[in-house]
């Protein structure tokens, strides 16, 4: 069940020998001018929201089995298990977890038997290998704030998230070909195992924007020869072809098949991370490029191998890149075989670029959408350490990333209504939010990366947030304190409570599944905290170890059915139509340190929140007290 692609050829040498292959079978410039209408390019009128979780559903991120992860417990290298054939399913990457299945087992980590049983020797860990419910976007997230302009990878975001309406010398003609039995066209209501079909309108964005014209063909399931007459005909009509997704290594992976017998594959297998597994490919002097269907691999693809071409074609310069050197703060392991590129998101503090690292799954295309730059890793390179200085490929101007405020540490949905606010008050200020964690937070200002971070620590000796963790950490001042609001945190449960939940120690009872945010959160120490005060053993607590990053997060997963409770805030379980036991009101502030306190930036976010507006807006999200936001918070 091994698999190989056929090389590893580097990006540069790759990029450099397709364009001589193409150029001497004819690829040349033809001449005609066509008028696009698209929304890239265009500035949005008013904050864009999610409507639907992407992915909307729990899918498998291997190839291999779907299995219950109890039943694998104690396979070891010297003790393996064997499961029936009634206790695993054989699934693809994208496929929805079964009923009954919490965890993935990879292909390559299996051994399959004559008698249709297979031996592991390792046990699976729930939720492993599954990309959770919103873990790209959630339902009610903040897609655009206002008066943004709308980019490529953006389209695809508010697809993604259900979003399908919001307030462009000849071209070359670029054919762009979904696959897949299981890619439907956008739409509002998807059912499990339905992937919207986004990756067209981001293609098509990009190559537009770039100055050729895209035609997206209709979606090809995984028929063999419907898939190569789809291909031939693209290469009649375009002047490239993009074929997407079966690249890769799934069961009905067809694309080099189809690509060599039309025509032929100069290189299938690039190293390059994302990306790897492109197809540099023609049929006669067309140029065929098969691009992987992770969204975020697409893209990458696109911009180094297809873009090149556009250029020639168009007698173009290359776009010239903007380098700048930032420092990471946080560590960034990479593989020796491939070059990778890592997004980030980025903003000055003081006179230092800070550059934080985003999600690196290739199906997260938020993340392509919120990073600022992107931090090339070379071929043989194993990483870098955080607080490295870095070369950083910027994609914002360095204008915006001056008037950006850095916010990290833990998360609420009211930092997004608050940077929101802040751009539309003024158009020249910028916020750039990571959710790290209360303690995160604290570590960042430390660190000097950051202008604020959100937090909400509870002292369990005195019942008092924050201010015992300020003198503990900053025990030589240098930072304020500065109150924001007051949120009611308790237990989200299903609509109607079907496990009459009525109180926090009932996490433990038998059958009830939990979902917990990461160590270091603020709601995370409530919740231990909890444990203790009410005598419940998180260890026996199912689902104790799965950790969220965010409220929504936790929210989205109790309202698809793979969890019955989670601790969060109310304005979480309101936005998800999600009962709701309250358990405590707590302190979310604000910590700044006095090296930023009178950047205009700063200044203006103690402005905003003292504002009636940030008042009435807060209050309408619901499970807020506001009680004077923006005033410093004595701390002797």
Known sequence: MGFEYLTNVPLDKAREDYLKLLTANGFAPKTEVIPVWDACGRVTAHAVYAHICAPHYAASAMDGVAVNAKDTFGATETTPVTLNADQYIVLDTGDPIPEGCDAVIMVEDIVKNGDGTIT?????????????????????????????????????????GGVLEVEVIRKPVVGIIPTGDEIIPPCTDPKPGDILEFNGSIFSAMVRQWGAEAKVYPIVPDIFDRIKATVAQAADECDLVILNAGSSAGREDFSVKVIRELGQVLYHGIAMKPGKPAILGCRGETPILGVPGYPVSGIIVIEELLRPLIDHWLKAPAAPRQYAKAILTRPVVSGLKYQEFVRVRMGYVGDKLMASPLSRGSGVVSSFMKADGILEVPQGLEGYEAGAEVQVRLLSPAEKLEKTLVVIGSHDPLLDELGDMLHVENND?????????????????????????????LNTENGVYNISFMKKYFPRGGVKLVRCVGRQQGMMVAKGNPLNI???????????RYVNRQKGSGTRILTDYLCKQEHVDAAAVYGYDREELTHTSVAAQIVSGSADAGMGIYSAAKLYDLDFIPICIEEYDLIIPDHAW??????????TLKSDAFKEKI???GGYTVDDPGELIELN
């Open 619 to 621: 209050l309408s999200l």
């Open 429 to 457: 200020v910028y916020m750039s939010s990571s959710h790290v964690g209360s303690m995160g937070g604290i570590m960042a200002i430390r660190r000097g990366e950051a202008h604020a971070a959100g937090c909400h620590l």
């Open 120 to 160: 592991i020797h390792a046990a699976a860990a729930p939720w492993q290998h599954i990309r959770q419910i919103g873990e790209d976007i959630c339902a009610g997230e903040m897609i655009l704030p206002s008066h943004m302009t709308i980019a490529p990878a953006a389209i695809g975001a508010m697809i993604a």
């Open 502 to 512: 009525q109180k926090f120690a009932d996490i433990a009872k038998p059958g009830v």
């Open 598 to 607: 009178e950047t205009p930036m700063v200044r203006q976010l103690i402005a």
